[in-house]
């Protein structure tokens, strides 16, 4: 089966710097991936990271580590719209994502 | 969502009564899905399908039933419907190819059970 832990809730200055940590533990890894949620809608993709390493998209970056089962989501000069949910999620066989509970994250001025 | 729509938007259901919840994809992909995500729980997956005529279950299949006669639709039925499937239900779609193909998910649809 698949497992994922990440932080309930993570409060941010604008402007400031953010980290998100996602744990994971499944039988078979096919890559971790990060998805963003506003209230009210829908999940959109943010990153993929298949091998070790840093992964940047814009502001946004993903980190993996396989050897810990552990990756985190950096968010960068933080904007009142980053406030939303942020879910992990490890990919399985058959092309299915299993996903963390979420980490909502509130960015205040 | 560009792609993936799901009907109806809202619905209100009393216990026992059947419904579908419809789905359907404008992108060819081979892979479609449905979660249910519920306040602290996160997204889990109900059925999935990699393809016409194939379908399967996820982590939370019990009291949903789903087909895939065509590319473009996977529908969702509730068969008898319980206040525990009151949820917010996404459709979400993929390139076959999975990876790092990301998946686009519907704007959901709100059930409520009483």
């Known amino acids: 089966g698949q497992s994922l832990e990440q932080p309930s809730e993570v409060t941010a200055v604008e402007g400031a710097i953010v980290q998100i940590n996602c744990t994971y533990q499944?039988?078979?890894?096919?890559?971790l991936s990060w998805y963003q949620q506003h209230d009210g809608g829908a999940p959109t993709f943010l990153s993929y990271?298949?091998?070790?390493g840093l992964e940047e998209t814009g502001r946004f970056s993903s980190f993996l580590s396989r050897s810990d089962s552990y990756g985190y989501l950096l968010l960068q000069e933080l904007q009142m719209k980053d406030s939303a949910s942020y879910f992990c999620?490890?990919?399985?066989?058959?092309?299915?994502?299993?996903f963390g509970t979420g980490t909502r994250l509130t960015v205040i001025p | 969502n560009a792609g993936v729509t799901q009907t109806p938007k809202f619905q209100v259901l009393k216990t026992g009564q059947s419904m579908t919840l419809q789905c359907a994809q404008d992108?060819?992909?081979?892979?479609m899905s449905w979660y249910r995500q519920d306040p602290g729980m996160g997204l889990r997956l109900i059925h999935y399908?990699?393809?016409?005529?194939?379908?399967d279950q996820g982590e939370v299949p019990n009291g949903y039933n789903v087909s895939r006669s065509t590319t473009e639709d996977f529908p969702l039925r509730l068969l008898s419907a319980a206040p525990s499937q009151t949820s917010v239900y996404f459709c979400?779609?993929?390139?076959?190819?999975?990876?790092?193909?990301?998946?686009?998910f519907g704007n959901g649809t709100r059930l409520t059970v009483t």
């Open positions: 979400a779609i993929r390139e076959a190819s999975g990876g790092n193909s990301p998946l686009h």
């Open positions: 499944t039988s078979g890894f096919y890559g």
């Open positions: 990271n298949a091998l070790d």
């Open positions: 999620a490890v990919g399985s066989g058959a092309n299915n994502l299993f």
């Open positions: 992108m060819n992909h081979e892979y």
């Open positions: 399908s990699v393809g016409a005529g194939i379908t």
